[in-house]
């Protein structure tokens, strides 16, 4: 249906076969490489017409014209690979195969020879049934052998026409696994998985497991990570049934052929005999049907995982909902007070889609979530006529009977994050934590990104790391109401740098004008000092735009981000030119990971055709900037999901709590390094330097890669 006769996968062990009929029944063989779906009839007409007395034809896709020539053409014997018939139709023999057992002993291998506890499947489209079966046995299969597991999955998110041809896609999305962990990858899918064992190849270390045939002998670029192929003896079963049509005794209906896994090759003395003696009773269990794989029967087989009872566990759950509340940025109030250039979209709208996805992928282990309530608020509180937050954080958990909040307060009123957590006991993701609002917290408190605290360690840390503090004279300014200024004091104090300049000013964050008249005096203190480079923490806007007014020259350390991605109006690009900061991957390496494509981008597309979503490499400055909206809340509402479906169907504060500190080592999207533990409650460990570039991103800048990704896993 799709790909070449040579795709050294699929499409290859079915002609195989043809070509064992060649040489053992003295058959003329010939085949017919589809380039198009609707080519599908004349293809299977002009080899008919010329008098083939047997044709295979090869896919899923093929099944509906196959059927059709049967009944145009009587006297042809019909082989289908690959296709499934619900009644049996004359002259067709439809070859299938149990690609569920054949995916479970692929995973079984994986987990068991994994010493990451990670390992990943690249694979077609799971439009394609077997594509499927593959996918979920090879997840039932790692879970049985190890139950804490991580399996990064992910189908080419392409129609058939492409998702079995894209070697290049195969690769970058093997890559993203191996960097994200994996240390063993699973290529299921023709081509495209071809791409992925042999972008394994590549890493020292890693291993891989081939498909429908054993990739040892086509796919010889992989031998330095192929451990086995998870084969469906596709050559076999099309000889079989030819040979069978040949004898006028080929049988109408559904021939289910074998499968199996291929031989260890080179790392047959790897594969420990308790491990080979495992798999060899897992196959004959599946194949007797003494145990099930789990993939079409997990609703019905009392044998699959026996669900505990859905019950009214907390607060805000009920038997079959989880109910909670979302917070978002008022950017319609910060633009109009030229607080930030340009809104993140439709904020409500993001977060519906992404919901409505996850509810009709059947929710949470079964439970549908709820979202009773969006509210905006403003980061800088009530000043200027904004939403106060207190009053947001009194609507979200107080009045209405929700299990978690998503989102938190962002900015200067990032304290009143304790009021969901402490006063109204509410579990929070989002939000920015700190040593002290965590310990004003009584309910469950996590952060999607990195508590400040922990920021500070890791960037004073790689400054001095990359000797950006050797030989500096440093002006510490901070705002002791908005960042860890005194940490940063201590911690610089106890580093051989010089500090020439320490100060912490309490002014409102957002009120320019009382940020300006304090700034009057420490602009002077600033050059009194002779300090060549600038660190400031908190109110970091302010300190940027003072600094830049008075024309001080000075290198600029600013450990928070956010600084740069709104930079607001007061304060240009230009004057923030050379600034290094501390970051994670790029907002482009977010948008490109694979993940945030499969699982965030491509399924707000689909939801919503007639917007046009740009990254952010192709955003254009005045518009509104949808894809942060689309990567952090589908990176928080993936982040929840993970925690819930952990903590198990007995959902509350304890269960989650318990769930959310076993999460030792685990990815999201666009965030490959993450961990949270016992007294660790902020998920992100992925940091590297990074510089602000006034000219990159835009006319707004952006800031660009100043060292590697360092992955900060505790």
Not at 121 to 134: Q, S
Not at 173 to 193: C, I, M, P, S, Y
Not at 214 to 229: G, K
Not at 539 to 553: F, P, T
């Amino acid at each position: 249906d799709v790909g070449q006769v040579d795709d050294k996968s699929f499409n290859q062990a079915a002609w195989n076969g043809v070509l064992q009929a060649a040489e053992d029944l003295g058959a003329d063989v010939d085949y017919i490489e589809t380039q198009s779906s609707k080519d599908y009839a004349n293809n299977i007409g002009l080899f008919a017409d010329s008098g083939c007395d047997v044709i295979v034809t090869v896919g899923f896709a093929l099944a509906d014209a196959t059927t059709a020539a049967a009944a145009e053409y009587p006297d042809v014997d019909f082989v289908g690979v690959d296709q499934f018939y619900g009644e049996p139709v004359d002259g067709v023999a439809g070859l299938i195969f149990a690609e569920d057992q054949a995916g479970f002993l692929a995973g079984a291998l994986a987990a068991s020879i994994s010493k990451t506890g990670i390992v990943a499947e690249v694979l077609g489209t799971d439009l394609v049934p077997p594509v499927l079966a593959f996918g979920e046995g090879f997840v039932n299969g790692a879970k049985y052998v190890n139950s804490d597991i991580k399996v990064i999955k992910t189908y080419h998110p392409g129609g058939i026409d492409t998702a079995f041809t894209d070697p290049e896609w195969g690769a970058t999305t093997a890559r993203q696994a191996l960097e994200n962990g994996a240390d063993v990858v699973f290529g299921a899918g023709g081509k495209t998985g071809n791409g992925a064992i042999i972008e394994v190849a590549s890493e020292d270390g890693a291993y891989c497991i081939g498909v429908d045939l054993d990739q040892w002998e086509s796919v010889p670029e992989a031998h330095p990570c192929l451990v086995s192929s998870s084969m469906k003896m596709i050559g076999e079963g099309v000889f079989d049934l030819v040979s069978q049509a040949a004898a006028g005794t080929m049988p109408a209906g559904n021939y289910l052929g074998k499968v199996g896994l291929a031989p260890f090759h080179d790392f047959d003395s790897m594969v420990s005999d308790d491990i080979k003696s495992m798999l060899a009773t897992l196959k004959a269990d599946l194949e007797s049907g003494a145990m099930s794989p789990c993939v079409w029967d997990a609703d019905s087989n009392p044998d699959c995982a026996e669900p505990e009872p859905l019950t009214a566990s907390w607060r805000g759950v009920t038997e079959d909902a989880i109910h909670v509340g979302v917070s978002m940025l008022d950017f319609a109030f910060l633009v109009e007070t030229n607080l930030s250039p340009q809104g993140w979209g439709d904020q409500q709208l993001v977060w519906e889609t992404f919901v409505e996805k996850l509810n009709n992928d059947g929710g949470i282990l079964g439970r549908k979530l709820i979202v009773d309530s969006y509210k905006y608020y403003s980061p800088i509180g009530p000043i200027l006529g904004g939403i106060d937050p207190e009053a947001v954080c009194l609507e979200l958990a107080a009045d209405i009977e929700t299990f978690a909040i998503l989102g938190g307060f962002l900015g200067p009123v990032e304290d009143t994050n304790t009021c969901i957590t402490g006063t109204q006991n509410t579990v929070m993701v989002g939000g920015r934590q700190t040593a002290e609002r965590l310990a004003a917290s009584t309910a469950p408190w996590i952060e999607p990104g990195t508590m400040k605290e922990t920021k500070m360690k890791v960037f004073l840390s790689l400054l001095e790391q990359e000797g950006l503090l050797e030989g500096k004279n440093i002006a510490l300014v901070g705002n002791e109401d908005d960042g860890p200024y005194q940490l940063a004091s201590e911690l610089l104090g106890n580093m051989d740098a010089n500090v020439v300049l320490d100060v912490g000013v309490q002014v409102p964050v957002g009120d320019t004008a009382a940020e300006d008249a304090r700034w009057d005096v420490l602009v002077q203190n600033v050059l009194a000092s002779n300090a060549d480079v600038a660190v400031l923490v908190g109110g970091e806007r302010a300190g940027i735009r003072n600094l830049a007014n008075n024309d001080i020259d000075m290198d600029l350390y600013v450990m928070n981000s956010e600084t740069f991605t709104n930079l607001s109006e007061s304060v240009t690009p230009d004057m923030a030119e050379g600034a290094i900061s501390l970051t994670g991957l790029t907002e482009q390496e977010t948008w490109d990971d694979p993940l945030t494509q499969n699982n965030c981008v491509i399924p707000f597309k689909e939801a919503n055709p007639d917007l046009v979503i740009e990254g952010p490499d192709q955003f254009d400055e005045g518009e509104e900037e949808w894809y942060r909206s689309i990567m952090s809340y589908c990176r928080w509402l993936h982040l929840f999901s993970m925690i819930v479906e952990t903590a198990g169907p007995n959902l509350t504060h304890e269960t989650f709590l318990a769930a959310a500190e076993s999460m030792s080592d685990f990815v999201l999207p666009g965030q490959p390094y993450n961990s949270i533990s016992p007294g660790k409650y902020d998920a992100s460990d992925s940091f590297r330097l990074s510089v602000f570039d006034s000219s990159s991103g835009g006319d707004q800048g952006a800031l660009v890669p100043l060292t590697g990704i360092l992955d900060g896993t505790p």
